[in-house]
């Protein structure tokens, strides 16, 4: 194809350039650096006559440099021999410089420097031109160097495309990640993410707690939806954060009712002390959120231990569920506890005995299980270890 277009007259070259070529010419910004002031404004009256009408010069090697610094151009012609820098050193700065980078350069050279020429083809120009270049080979080579920066610049822009793209792909993976993570353990977060289609595990022996806001309802009756909700809002985050410290999870909230467990998904044998520092704790928060809201709040709690069937349900919305006994337990002794304290199992008090200090209730009548002894959890015998 160059050879087509060198052998064509001028007329016949115009003739067969795109549109969207003559349109670059007339907008490209073209640098012509010469030390020879009439080869300057011959190689500018030639590109004007090609089209070319946003045209610069630079009388050395330096000036060009300072000029392609405070300018962005499309195409450098560059003489050979010049004063304070010739065209190898300006190539070679350029080349430094990530600045002044993806200017294309055509070296302009006599016919005894070809072998010049050649060396700064190796050092990054793009093409060279003999002196004087006759109207068709200079249209030639400037037309194929703007060409080929266009198709250049054209592959950065996709590339920083493609890259902004992957950064977004991984962006909404992280948010999609710590959502999951929100919803579920991490470990069966991780195992939902690794492909498998059924999780459910027996566990042993855990620790489950309900806790229930007595007076909730009523409050809600005379309070601001928005107001309402903040409040309760405000609850559960301090409880969340409790959770999150003590190494217990949190499986779910139901109205103003909050149930967590502790020794699953991976198994701890202090699962009974840390659900039972956790409640505590959150007694005490509650009193202090009472303080800030100016509300008189209080909370039930339970607690059971036992076995229990833990699994993933769901499949457009993912919930980490509890089952069995344990559960069942668990929720009658919060519901047959009284506000402000910690309500536990026989079981439950078993696994804290000789490291908290526990108050037995005696028989308490829980729905479906008939008389159970029951005990008050009041505190800790010694600091807990965090």
Not at 41 to 52: I, K, M, N, P, Y
Not at 189 to 197: D, F, V, Y
Not at 227 to 247: P, R, S
Not at 338 to 360: C, I, N
């Amino acid at each position: 194809m160059m050879n087509e277009i060198i052998s064509q007259t001028p007329q016949q070259v115009e003739a067969i350039l795109p549109e969207q070529v003559a349109a670059t010419l007339k907008k490209a910004e073209v640098l012509v650096v010469d030390d020879s002031r009439m080869m300057r404004a011959a190689l500018s009256r030639s590109l004007r006559e090609l089209g070319f009408t946003n045209i610069s010069e630079a009388v050395d090697g330096g000036d060009a440099i300072n000029k392609l610094l405070e300018k962005s151009y499309d195409l450098m012609l560059l003489d050979m021999e010049m004063p304070v820098m010739n065209g190898m050193e300006v190539l070679a700065a350029m080349k430094l410089d990530s600045r002044l980078g993806g200017v294309p350069v055509i070296v302009i050279s006599a016919a005894d420097q070809i072998e010049k020429a050649v060396q700064c083809i190796e050092a990054g120009a793009e093409d060279y031109l003999p002196k004087p270049p006759a109207l068709t080979l200079l249209r030639a080579r400037v037309t194929t160097a703007l060409e080929k920066k266009r198709l250049r610049d054209l592959d950065r822009l996709r590339f920083a495309q493609l890259q902004a793209e992957k950064e977004l792909v991984e962006l909404e993976k992280e948010k999609s990640e710590k959502l999951l993570l929100n919803i579920l353990p991490g470990a069966i977060a991780g195992r939902l993410k690794s492909g498998e289609k059924t999780i459910a595990n027996g566990h042993a022996t855990v620790s489950v707690m309900f806790a229930d806001l007595c007076g909730f309802t009523a409050l809600s009756r005379k309070t601001n939806p928005a107001k309402l909700v903040e409040m309760l809002n405000g609850i559960f985050t301090a409880f969340d954060l409790i959770v999150e410290k003590h190494g217990v999870e949190k499986i779910k909230t139901i109205g103003d009712c909050y149930m967590m467990v502790g020794g699953l998904p991976t198994h701890r044998d202090d699962h009974a002390q840390v659900v039972a520092d956790a409640a505590l704790e959150m007694v005490q928060a509650l009193d202090q959120l009472n303080q800030v809201n100016g509300t008189d709040l209080k909370m039930r709690v339970g607690i059971h231990t036992g076995p229990v069937v833990a699994g993933v349900i769901g499949k457009i919305k993912f919930t980490y569920d509890l089952w069995g006994d344990t559960v069942n337990v668990a929720s009658r002794m919060e519901s047959s506890g009284l506000p402000g304290m910690v309500h536990l199992s026989e079981q439950t008090q078993e696994a804290l005995r000789g490291k908290f200090m526990l108050e037995e209730r005696g028989f308490v009548e829980c729905k479906g299980l008939g008389q159970v002894k029951t005990f008050f959890l009041k505190g800790r015998d010694v600091p807990a270890i965090c």
